[in-house]
């Protein structure tokens, strides 16, 4: 059975950092991606990497600079380390994975059919 578990969410204040994983059990996945949402709002896509033939990422503008997306084939963990974090960071975080590797790396939820539970991130002023 494949699941996905989030961890080290947390409250930061602002410019601080926080370094999220992804334990993945149950299959190796090539395409995941981070994603997040805040009460109100729609979910978005943060990060994403494909790791099949090399190394490729992607990021939304709001983070890119700030927040850099890893794999560990080795603990078939996905990271995400986030630095000077903002208010408007606050959200809960996901982790996705994608079975088929067409359209990776990809910041659309729609195209990503495993889900965890997500981490809670509140960045405060």
């Known amino acids: 059975q494949v699941q996905l578990v989030e961890s080290g969410g947390g409250s930061v204040q602002a410019g601080g950092s926080l370094r999220l994983s992804c334990a993945v059990s149950?299959?190796?996945?090539?395409?995941m991606s981070w994603f997040r949402q805040a009460p109100g709002k729609e979910r978005e896509g943060v990060a994403a990497i494909y790791t099949s033939g090399g190394v490729t990422t992607r990021y939304a503008d709001s983070v890119k600079g700030r927040f850099t997306i890893s794999q560990d084939s080795g603990k078939n963990t996905l990271y995400l380390q986030m630095n000077n974090l903002k208010p408007e960071d606050t959200a809960k975080y996901y982790c996705?994975?994608?079975?088929?590797?067409?359209?990776?790396?990809?910041?659309?939820?729609?195209?990503?059919?495993?889900w965890g539970q997500g981490t809670q991130v509140t960045v405060s002023s």
């Open positions: 149950g299959y190796r996945y090539s395409c």
């Open positions: 996705a994975s994608r079975g088929t590797l067409s359209r990776c790396p990809s910041l659309d939820p729609t195209n990503f059919g495993v």
